[in-house]
């Protein structure tokens, strides 16, 4: 029921989870690989 009636808020923080996510993963790739 919370997360119903909430679906605006719960959709904008899985959004900005996802791309901080997204960033964190795709900066770690990048280190490791070394080049």
């Given at each position: 029921e919370f997360w119903v009636g909430n679906?605006?808020?719960v959709g904008m923080y899985e959004?900005?989870?996802g791309e901080a996510?997204?960033?964190s993963y795709k900066l770690a790739r990048t280190n490791?690989?070394?080049d």
């Amino acid at each position: 029921e919370f997360w119903v009636g909430n679906e605006e808020l719960v959709g904008m923080y899985e959004k900005r989870l996802g791309e901080a996510g997204y960033i964190s993963y795709k900066l770690a790739r990048t280190n490791n690989r070394g080049d």
